[in-house]
């Protein structure tokens, strides 16, 4: 496996990572945990360093997989974990970043993922309540006792990035980016690069759209929050066919799978990027596995770049009540 440096924090993982949320929540029923563990340490396995929780999967099921399957591995791996929820009686009620509700939620992480010490810690969203120099400020205490080892942010704007950068160095910012939602370009990229801070981003298949094996006709279970998501409304899904119809078609001419053109596009945009595809299905990890060795040349990129140019993405990427807390 390839690996790659997260900006200049000296943080170095594997190039691609491992979105582990899908195995407790958001894609319908959770895996069963033995099965879940089994599939983490596949990626192990496989040469993946670099695995994502947050306190809110599950919530807490999701960290409690990843310490138990990391266990044996944890001097080969780097976990990143979130805090940011009010997650009181179990449940998500709204955002709280108060310093005082991080440090306690830190000790609840350390226990769940059997260890000492979080590599890197997302503040998972903005707290509009909580100053962000308050945030870094209790994030670099948790630093400077050990218990930390690097800072991160979630869903930032660039005003929020520079200032929470000020008070205690970003390792990495984690926000959605890929072929169907290219909006960090404008204004997070270039921050990012200025004051060295890695890409982490999420949903780089596009909730499983840029795959191919989701089209207007598509049933999600009931508990599957792509029900929820606007971009995921039929109409919307049979709008956005066209940007999976060009994918597959660079696809069949690389001989290689739509999943790893939009991942190897990624891969191409900064050396500094990492993407965390999850999957539950062994197969999957292995085609997600196989974009790092797909080369696209200045010419694919310039001929997916001319043809983007040409679509435009229907649907909002969430909810309304959601997309606020993003926005503000």
Request: proline share 5%; hydrophobic share 40%.
């Amino acid at each position: 496996m390839k690996t790659r440096q997260l900006g200049q924090s000296g943080l170095e993982v594997s190039a691609l990572g491992y979105g582990c949320m899908g195995l407790s929540s958001g894609y319908g029923m959770p895996s069963e945990r033995d099965k879940a563990i089994d599939i983490i340490r596949a990626a192990v396995e496989r040469g993946v360093t670099f695995f994502d929780t947050a306190q809110v999967y599950g919530p807490f099921t999701n960290e409690d997989v990843v310490g138990a399957a990391l266990a044996p591995f944890r001097d080969e791996v780097v976990i990143a974990t979130k805090f940011g929820f009010n997650l009181e009686g179990g449940e998500s009620q709204g955002l709280n970043s108060r310093p005082d509700y991080i440090r306690e939620t830190t000790e609840d992480s350390l226990r769940r993922l059997r260890t000492d010490h979080i590599d890197l810690y997302y503040q998972h969203r903005v707290d509009p309540d909580v100053s962000i120099e308050d945030v870094a400020g209790a994030v670099r205490e948790l630093i400077a006792a050990g218990k930390v080892r690097h800072f991160g942010l979630s869903e930032a704007g660039a005003e929020t990035i520079r200032r929470a950068d000020a008070v205690q160095p970003i390792t990495a910012l984690q926000s959605e980016y890929s072929l169907w939602w290219r909006e960090p370009e404008e204004e997070i990229l270039p921050v990012l690069e200025e004051l060295g801070i890695g890409f982490v981003p999420f949903s780089p298949l596009g909730r499983g759209f840029l795959t191919g094996n989701i089209d207007q006709d598509t049933n999600f279970v009931d508990s599957d929050f792509r029900n929820t998501l606007p971009r995921f409304d039929p109409e919307n899904r049979k709008a956005n066919q066209e940007l999976v119809n060009l994918v597959k078609q660079i696809a069949e001419q690389k001989r290689v799978t739509p999943a790893q053109i939009a991942l190897s596009w990624l891969l191409s945009r900064k050396p500094w990027i990492v993407p965390i595809p999850g999957t539950t299905k062994l197969h999957r990890l292995d085609e997600n596995l196989g974009a790092v060795e797909v080369e696209l040349s200045a010419d694919d990129l310039g001929d997916i770049e001319q043809a983007l140019e040409g679509i435009s993405i229907q649907g909002h990427r969430y909810a309304e009540g959601a997309q606020r807390m993003i926005d503000r």
